[in-house]
């Protein structure tokens, strides 16, 4: 048996080495846990349960936003896969996981009207998706690297019975315009390592039991396989400028 590994995502940011590495996983009979810290952020675990109980009824439609407040490095950019690949997967996951359904089909589209690093890399550095999942509920996910009045991460889940959202706190890059609106948030979040600090504690935690036999894996490689996938179908999608059916894609 291999040795049990705790691997930050992505496994690889293209399809055809994530799958290898499964299957070396699986040859090996390892124990393989990806880092989706996301799972373990206290409002998106708390809105997922909420779904997953039925308290917002039928869920007609989610919509999420990962918002960088600057780019990184080129160097990072180069190697990074795309917006798709190192930032919305986090997203793509999310959907997965807190609604419990597959995504069958995407259309993606992205702008490089920003710095002209997006342009030279052939990356963008804002885009969205609309995602259709297997139930029929409808997901939007945005993103961007340019978010300069702060770090954002969102998701909005909406039924026939209620709506709710995680990452809306009193740390929000954002203000109102209404008259009676929240104050806009005094201190905004600076990056990921503030924001989901204490979610990357209870991931490191997570595996922690899982090595000792005192937990199950909470995401193992297919679930990693599954968000790249969406990923990458993305990137297909934006190219193309077509809807692309996750048939389409390889998979394990």
Known sequence: CGLPVFCEKPLATDLARTLAVLREVAAADGVLQLGFMRRFDAGCRTAREL???????????VRTMTADPAPPPAA???TSGGLYRDCLVHDFDMVRWVTGHEVTEVYATGSDAGPPVFRELGDVDTAVA???????TLATCAGTRCNGA???VRMELAGELDQVSSGLDDRT??????????PPAGKPWTGFLERFGPAYEA??????????GEGPNPCDGREALAALRIAEACEVSRRERRPV????????
């Open 245 to 252: 059916r996750m048939t389409e894609l390889p998979d394990l």
């Open 173 to 182: 890059p954002i203000a109102s315009t209404e008259p009676h609106g929240p």
């Open 76 to 78: 990072y950019l180069a």
């Open 130 to 136: 609309v995602l259709t999942l297997d139930d029929g």
């Open 203 to 212: 991931e490191l935690a997570a595996f922690v039991r899982l090595v000792r």
């Open 51 to 61: 779904v997953r109980s039925g308290a917002l009824g039928r869920l007609h439609s």
């Open 150 to 152: 702060g770090y954002d």
